[in-house]
């Protein structure tokens, strides 16, 4: 079955400590995002990718670091420097961007 | 500056009747558009799309209504059922712009069903 993986689906993280969030996709996809879900504040993208060994930053990505060497591969570093990194994280990807994306089912993050 | 705005955060509707939410946008290079549905702790799962060559897209219990002139969509669901309860996501993209910039989603709606 294609589709998109994100894991974990909980993830507790001490202040000051760097963590790792996880996407995966099969569905031969070339284009990958980052998306943080805020109560209020709707889908805010933080990062994207159209291709393998490149991305772009999006409209909150400070604090955040991604890498894409593989093209089913995008996970998501959130470091130390993020100021308010609890949230709901989303990966989606897309094969032509303009019809929509494919949503992973997300990873909560929790800074403890 | 918010290009795709969905003006009302929530809206509660009697199970049985019909639920519209609304969605306008601002940018003219905008022509297809999509409405997404979301659980919570869950993904968004895409629902119905319209392009700008139409003014109308049906699909079962759910209608999207574009008028270009007013840069302003709806989405209509007749009848609500309680399962309808959840966040519906409006998003637009520039398909005659090449799509670089992919999605560009509004803050959503919350949809409650009462019994």
């Known amino acids: 079955d294609g589709g998109i993986t994100q894991s974990p689906k909980y993830l507790f993280r001490k202040e000051g400590q760097n963590v790792t969030l996880s996407c995966e996709q099969n569905?031969?996809?070339?284009?990958m995002y980052w998306y943080r879900q805020d109560p209020g504040q709707g889908l805010r993208l933080i990062y994207y990718?159209?291709?393998?060994?490149?991305?772009q930053k999006g409209d909150i990505a400070e604090g955040y670091s991604v890498s894409r060497e593989k093209k089913e591969s995008f996970p998501l570093t959130v470091t130390s420097a993020q100021k308010n990194p609890t949230a709901f994280y989303l990966c989606?990807?897309?094969?032509?961007?303009?019809?929509?994306?494919?949503f992973g089912s997300g990873t909560r993050l929790t800074v403890v | 500056d918010q290009q795709v705005k969905q003006n009302s955060p929530s809206l509660s509707v009697q199970e049985g009747r019909i639920s519209i939410l609304n969605c306008d946008y601002t940018?003219?290079?905008?022509?297809?558009f999509l409405w997404y549905k979301k659980y919570p702790a869950e993904g968004p799962t895409f629902l119905i799309s319209?392009?700008?060559?139409?003014d109308k897209n049906e699909d079962g219990r759910f209608t999207v209504f574009l008028n270009k002139s007013a840069k302003h969509l709806s989405l209509h669901i007749v009848p609500s059922q309680p399962g309808d309860s959840a966040v519906y996501f409006c998003?637009?993209?520039?398909?005659?712009?090449?799509?670089?910039?992919?999605?560009?989603f509004g803050k959503g709606t919350h949809l409650i069903i009462q019994p």
């Open positions: 990718s159209q291709i393998v060994n490149d991305f």
């Open positions: 940018n003219s290079m905008f022509d297809y």
């Open positions: 998003a637009a993209s520039a398909l005659s712009g090449g799509g670089a910039d992919g999605l560009t």
């Open positions: 989606a990807s897309s094969w032509l961007a303009v019809y929509g994306y494919t």
């Open positions: 569905l031969n996809h070339d284009a």
């Open positions: 319209i392009s700008s060559i139409k």
